[in-house]
Nanobody, 120 residues
């Protein structure tokens, strides 16, 4: 069974910074990509950033230049450094994993979500 454990959310003032972490564990054969999505109240879940294995990172236009995604492959952990935070960044942030488990087909996995609140 594959699990994702997120940490690092919280309350911060506009202009501040937060760093999210997400560690994947369990029966993972290979990882295709990891990333972050977010969902604000009353809105659909949207992509924030992804980092494929051996590929280039991808960011939503709204976070380019402010957020940086990175991975520690040895720890199967993905990070999201968020700088210059704005009130509109307030949302639940979900870790995303696209991976193949030892006993199944490649599929998507989601973390439980971590709340990020940016006050003005």
């Amino acid at each position: 069974q594959v699990q994702l454990v997120e940490s690092g959310g919280g309350l911060v003032q506009a202009g501040g910074s937060l760093r999210l972490s997400c560690a994947a564990s369990g029966s993972i054969l290979s990882i295709n990509a990891m990333g972050w999505y977010r969902q604000a109240p009353g809105k659909e879940r949207e992509l924030v950033a992804t980092i494929p294995t051996g590929g280039t990172t991808n960011y939503a236009d709204s976070v380019k230049g402010r957020f940086t995604i990175s991975r520690d492959n040895a720890k199967s952990t993905v990070y999201l450094q968020m700088n210059s935070l704005k009130p509109e960044d307030t949302a639940i942030y979900y870790c995303y994993l696209w991976a193949r488990p030892h006993d199944g087909l490649t599929q998507n996995y989601w973390g439980q979500g971590t709340q990020v609140t940016v006050s003005s």
